[in-house]
């Protein structure tokens, strides 16, 4: 009998247990529908809007003399860098591929994470495209830092916070060297060559011998924009889309 009585004691201890958990998870809001329903919108309808804006913002230049748009599309090397930084995501643990793509999931949940995940490549690509300069040897110059500097990050030990407070002050660092650096150092545009040799002889020769272009301060704007929106929507993407309290009611049906 007090054997039996023990046993009853302990399984209502469990139960009780497990019903303390789930009150602890539903009131955190992991498991109420609205969560489920703010989840749902966060990933599949912000994440993207975000990730895409960033895409177009990206390649977007503003002309020096007229204000016009100007589309720049970016170079070959901007796509190797975007794969070699979703494999440091992956080995960081930012993004778990089988919390992303599984066969458990269903064919449409699988698609909809691919739509994420490309518009996530596509602002990578873009977000390089905006902070490496478009020609000239400072593109080399840039371009190969980015690549050292990635390619040892993949045979370092990374978690996600570090890697985040890595690509803010890469980013930060290529940005300035960019945006404030070479940008004042590039020649207004529209001089003649007269007006050019005596009115500042030193940045003319500076502007030719490293081909900077010559774009509209605004442009400067809208790419500390496109890199901040970006850096938030890496933030806010959540490691996997799998959902998160099923241990909790795996134990209940046990108990």
Known sequence: MNEIKERSGTVDAELLTADASLLAVGSEGHETPTHRKNALYLRYLLLPCTFLTVALLGGLRIGSLDGSFIFIKPALVCLIFASLLLVLFARSGMIRINGWFSESFTPLKNAANAAVVLSLFAAITQVFNSLIPEQGLTFWIVAFCFFWTLWNNLFADFDTRKL?????????????????????????AGRSWYEALTENPGQEAITRLLDLPRFSSATGYIQFFAVTLFLLGLYLLPPTTRPENNSYQEKVERS
């Open 164 to 188: 985040f407070r890595s690509l803010g002050g890469l980013f930060g660092l290529a940005f300035v060297a960019k945006y404030l650096v070479l940008a004042n150092l590039a020649a207004p």
